[in-house]
């Protein structure tokens, strides 16, 4: 099989550096390929000088700042992670420049909600455009808060609703828990309440539970199709609330959350689209948005597979 090919956007911020250990942890994992990339745009002038005019800036000062950015994470996941990537400063809009490597990578991870560092070019704006637009999936790191590392990724949960985007999410989902060996939970969360739900509408003759199981039928579905073969238990869940709030509320007992993105049709398109958005704003572990369509290089079903 092809060696997974792992691209992290750094900018010189402690967020990018946490972004960059934790794609070194997984490539040491998936035993992958990584590049760690800081782009910078071309700028022909800077801040207004003294004298009211514009002072002039190098084009390779902004080169040299970038492969610093680049150069100093790097080196930090050589030694906190003994992974050895390669590095590479590019010009153009961050979020430009990662959206086209995702067209031939297999994983793009950044950082959230980026200050200072290198001009703070890339995460903030970036952590929310670039999940938005690439082609394969993206992981978003936010900052530590409980000073826990991120990494080994133990425990995986997934946001299904039947659309095709949150299927290819739980295909996702499922090979990160094989080559993690982590437990895995599939969560389908539909608000039925009837005070003020969004389901509030259904006739009262309409069996609330009947449509718990028939739903729950279909998530066994799902799941017996993302297993694809492997003997690997799932755990799973339809839960009555608010998808939003039901996955930021894993977020802080689980290591990565998985949800697809522009979610539509399925069950009426509750989970994906916005829901993923929110998650990402306010998730406390990293988030793994996958888009539709991506290069599926799936492991063997063949393979074993052990719990922790």
Known sequence: MDQTEIVVGVDGSRESLDAALWAGEHAKRVNGHLTVVCAYPTA???????????????????????????????????????????VSALVGDPSIVLAELSKECDLIVIGSRGRGGFADRLLGAVSSAVPAHSKCPVVTVPPHRSGKPFTPIERIVVGVDGSD?????????????????????????????????????????VDRQVLLDDIMESLNSAIEKALNGRDMWVARHVLDGSPAALLTEFSTAVDLV??????????????????SQTVLHHSTCPVMTVPSRHRDRRPSPTQSWERR
């Open 44 to 86: 022909s002038y800077s801040a207004a000088a003294l004298d009211g005019g514009f002072a002039v800036v190098d084009d390779e000062s902004l080169h040299q700042g970038a492969l610093d950015a680049a150069n100093e994470a790097a080196a930090a996941v050589r030694e906190q992670v003994g992974v050895d990537p390669e």
């Open 165 to 205: 985007q949150a299927s290819t999410a739980l295909v996702k989902a499922v090979d990160l828990a094989f080559a993690w060996q982590a437990e895995l939970t599939a969560v389908v969360a539909i608000p039925v309440a009837t005070a003020g739900g969004a389901m509030a509408w259904l006739p009262v003759a």
């Open 258 to 275: 998985v949800v697809g993105t522009r979610g539509r049709g399925g069950f009426a398109g509750m989970l994906l689209g916005s829901t």
